[in-house]
């Protein structure tokens, strides 16, 4: 039985994952189209890659210097994005408090 559980929230978290993963891209190829930042999709890939965010801290890096000039449209999106990502944190925590719990009370 906790083996069939910690086999559906690792599946879950994977999802959310590869979710997560793209949302962020958007987020990052919209924010940096209203920058004007050359090569948005580049710097988009750029900052989803690597496992310590490395990316996202230079693409940060780069933009400081830039003024954002989002449309009431294009804000609208940004924060739809905003709200899956959101989302999308809190049921893998959700998820991993779950599988945290069962393996607490497995061990017992």
Request: aromatic share 14%; net charge positive.
């Amino acid at each position: 039985m906790i083996e069939a559980v910690f086999i559906v929230c690792i599946g879950v978290i994977l999802v959310t994952s590869v979710f997560l993963y793209y949302y962020l891209y958007q987020l990052v190829l919209l924010d940096a189209k209203s920058r004007d930042i050359a090569h948005p999709k580049l710097w988009s890939l750029f900052a989803t890659s690597g496992q310590n965010s490395s990316g996202l801290f230079l693409y940060l890096f780069k933009r400081r210097k830039t003024t954002s000039f989002l449309t009431a449209e294009q804000n609208l999106k940004f924060l739809g994005i905003k709200r899956k990502i959101y989302c999308l944190m809190g049921l893998e925590l959700a998820v991993f408090l779950m599988m945290l719990a069962n393996l607490i009370r497995g061990i017992r």
